[in-house]
T-cell receptor
């Protein structure tokens, strides 16, 4: 089954404790992206990648890192989480020539 | 700059027709998406308009006017399961796949 898989789905952590949210897709998509979704603000892009070893900042990259060592994986790293990073995070992927995004199920992160 | 506007909330009756409008501003435009998002779930793709006009897909239709920076999503024969948020998003022209989302319209279908 074609899908985007994120883990963990739910996480409560404390300020400053490094964490990684994994994202994997099995559709051989070149493009992958991370979004955060907050009430009243919609989906905002954090980072994106157009292919292996090619990543770039989106609209709200501060406090986040990403890597793209393999085509299927695009982890999101929070080196020192803060309460303002409490949010619902979505990973998405697409083929470069279509743009139709396929979303993971989301990861709800709470930073205390 | 870039901007998308859509109503925050709408209410419609089961069996009726509802139109959700979206206006956008961008310097480079390459197409407009509509996504459906049920509460607590991931967005799912509904439609993608590149050219002006109406595209129909079952009970859902999407319209685009590039010159006016305007789109709408038309939902016919509303069902209770259509209660969800509907996200309008445009794809930028250029070398990469930036998709900018609006804040979404929360549609409540009532009996």
């Amino acid at each position: 089954e074609a899908q985007v898989t994120q883990n963990p789905r739910y996480l409560i952590t404390v300020t400053g404790k490094k964490l990684t949210v994994t994202c994997s897709q099995n559709m051989n998509h070149e493009y992958m992206s991370w979004y955060r979704q907050d009430p009243g603000l919609g989906l905002r892009q954090i980072y994106y990648s157009m292919n292996v070893e090619v990543t770039d900042k989106g609209d709200v990259p501060e406090g986040y890192k990403v890597s793209r060592k393999e085509k299927r994986n695009f982890p999101l790293i929070l080196e020192s989480p803060s309460p303002n990073q409490t949010s619902l995070y979505f990973c998405a992927s697409s083929l470069m020539n279509t743009g139709e995004l396929f979303f993971g199920e989301g990861s709800r992160l709470t930073v205390l | 700059g870039q901007n998308i506007d859509q109503p925050t909330e709408m209410t419609a009756t089961e069996g009726a027709i509802v139109q959700i409008n979206c206006t956008y501003q961008t310097s480079g435009f390459n197409g407009l998406f509509w996504y459906q998002q049920h509460a607590g779930e991931a967005p799912t793709f509904l439609s993608y308009n590149v050219l002006d006009g109406l595209e129909e897909k079952g009970r859902f239709s999407s319209f685009l006017s590039r010159s006016k920076g305007y789109s709408y999503l038309l939902l016919k024969e509303l069902q209770m399961k259509d209660s969800a948020s509907y996200l309008c998003a445009f794809k930028n022209s250029g070398g990469y796949q930036k998709v900018t989302f609006g804040t979404g319209t929360k549609l409540q279908v009532i009996p």
